[in-house]
């Protein structure tokens, strides 16, 4: 499966019958799938099929949807008031034509007669606005589907940051794992140099004592675990990259775990170098967690 990022853009046109619509797709970063939809007046309709045409090809990310609907064909239709016409026609039976014209009634005078013909923008039927609907929801798959292809080569471009990221994670465990300062050799000669000068200019301390302190030191000083986790969760980044699809929150987490690593190796060492390393080790790390937040 391929990677997604969150962010995204797409916009799609059409028409259907007398009208123009128009679709636009935002996406950026969130932490579920939250949608927020603009329709105008008359499409609320379509809210439901939004929600589940979306749901269909995207995952995670706050997500705005807006359509706009323009009538690129204005249709006007003449509504005759029946009732109205048939009170003409009484009064003009009523008065006779003794006092009107006997002459038929020409349209012109119908409409000059106020209320009697209405003028307005003729309404499309049932068929018509379903055909609408239909086509406009299939802009709507094409504007998604567009969004997830943009979001799918942002992640392929995020999926090569983070590689080199792993990378260099990894690098710097193996460069701190190989430091000089972490042999027994010279743990040992550093904490008998350390406890000489100790007993040197202090009297009364119990050398059995002080020897197991030492040895005590000396373990909770060991990087070994703090390596061998960070190597654990290099391999488990890139079998989620390799695996692809939703893994965001996922990797999110391992970030988590590589700065827990790198801040107790920093607490730990007792050598500049170390010390040195596990600070870029931060500083990697940080930048892999802030494109992993880019991350479906």
Not at 26 to 49: C, F, I
Not at 114 to 125: K, Q, S, W
Not at 147 to 166: C, P, Q, S, V
Not at 230 to 245: D, M, N, P, W, Y
Request: charged content about 30%.
């Amino acid at each position: 499966m391929t990677l997604q990022s969150m962010t995204g853009f797409a916009r799609v046109e059409g028409s259907s019958g007398r009208y123009r619509w128009a679709w636009e797709l935002r996406s950026v970063n969130g932490k579920g799938l939250d949608l927020r939809t603009r329709l105008p007046q008359g499409h609320e309709g379509l809210e439901a099929d939004i929600r589940r045409l979306a749901g269909e090809r995207l995952t995670r990310g706050n997500i705005q949807i807006g359509l706009s609907v323009t009538v690129s064909e204005n249709k006007v239709e003449a509504v005759l008031n029946r009732d109205a016409l048939a009170a003409v026609l009484a009064l003009r039976d009523e008065l006779g034509p003794e006092v009107l014209d006997p002459a038929p009634l020409k349209l012109d005078t119908l409409l000059s007669i106020r209320g009697l013909v209405d003028m307005r923008e003729a309404t499309d039927d049932a068929e018509a606005i379903a055909a609408r609907d239909a086509d406009i929801l299939g802009g709507l798959e094409r504007a998604i589907s567009a969004l997830a292809d943009m979001r799918t080569t942002e992640g392929a471009a995020l999926r090569r940051i983070l590689e080199d990221h792993i990378l260099r994670i990894e690098d710097l465990a193996l460069q701190i794992e190989a430091d000089p300062s972490r042999s027994p050799e010279e743990i040992a000669r550093r904490l008998e140099a350390q406890l000489a000068a100790l007993m040197d200019t202090t009297s009364g301390l119990d050398r059995d004592r002080l020897h197991q302190e030492i040895a005590l030191i000396a373990t909770k000083a060991d990087l070994r675990e703090e390596i061998d986790r960070l190597k654990a969760h290099v391999t488990a980044a890139r079998e989620l990259l390799a695996t692809g699809g939703p893994v965001g929150r996922k990797l999110d987490f391992l970030a988590q775990e590589f700065n827990r690593e790198s801040n107790t190796i920093c607490s730990k060492s007792n050598a500049v170098a170390v010390t040195a390393a596990g600070i870029e080790l931060k500083v990697v790390i940080d930048q892999f967690r802030e494109q992993v937040q880019n991350l479906e």
